[in-house]
């Protein structure tokens, strides 16, 4: 069955600290991956995603995710966050069907 | 640029009663897509609909009925709400389903839905 696990419920990071949130999925084929953040109050918006090519993909507002498939993983990083970057995060894996990770939320104090 | 547009934003049932979340998308996208979202919970699939004419269940399907009326519009029904149906409901939409490349799923806004 496909999976995504997201290691960690709740992030509380000082602003201008980096950021590493943890993505693993089980499939046995190909995916696509992606992180989605969703800001209070907001629907999800897509960050970044990985087809093919560079496991390392660059998104919006400074974030980045390396897809490494000997791990199944698709970490989601930032080298220094802002207060603005407060919101919940989501990975997700479309293999079979497009299934998503039970999200972490990030808390960014000024 | 509309997107994916779902209505009611808000929407308080008592149990037992029936209601129904529109969505309609102007992307021209052939796969649609109903998802709850509950707390620790992430996104569930509750029905998607690969192409027009065509509906599936998803991971929690029991409780809902869709209909995929065009290729634009695509409904959610709850026939008899129960509290535990109390969720957020997301609509969205890509250009197909499964891993092709391209197949990023688009959002709509979302429906608060309380079941008292």
């Known amino acids: 069955a496909q999976s995504v696990s997201q290691h960690n419920h709740h992030v509380i990071l000082s602003e201008a600290a980096s950021l590493e949130l943890g993505c693993n999925y089980s499939?046995?084929?190909?995916?696509?991956l992606f992180w989605y953040v969703q800001y209070p109050g907001q629907h999800l918006q897509l960050l970044l995603k990985?087809?093919?090519?560079?496991?390392l993909v660059k998104g919006i507002k400074g974030f980045e995710a390396e897809f490494i498939k000997s791990k199944f993983s698709f970490n989601l990083r930032k080298p220094s966050v802002q207060w603005s970057d407060t919101a919940e995060y989501f990975c997700?894996?479309?293999?079979?069907?497009?299934?998503f990770g039970a999200g972490t939320r990030l808390t960014v104090k000024p | 640029n509309a997107g994916v547009t779902q209505t009611p934003k808000f929407q308080v049932l008592k149990t037992g009663q029936s209601m129904t979340l529109q969505c309609a998308q102007d992307m021209n996208h052939n796969s649609m897509y109903w998802y709850r979202q509950d707390p620790g919970m992430g996104l569930r699939l509750i029905y998607y609909s690969a192409s027009e004419g065509t509906t599936d269940k998803g991971e929690v399907p029991n409780g809902y009925n869709v209909s995929r009326l065009n290729k634009r519009e695509f409904s959610l029904r709850l026939e008899s709400a129960a509290p535990s149906q109390t969720s957020v409901y997301f609509c969205?939409?890509?250009?197909?389903?499964?891993?092709?490349?391209?197949?990023?799923?688009?959002f709509g806004e979302g429906s608060w839905l309380t079941v008292v």
């Open positions: 990985y087809f093919s090519g560079d496991p």
């Open positions: 969205a939409s890509s250009e197909r389903r499964g891993h092709n490349s391209g197949n990023t799923i688009y």
């Open positions: 499939y046995g084929g190909t995916v696509n």
């Open positions: 997700a894996v479309n293999g079979y069907d497009m299934r």
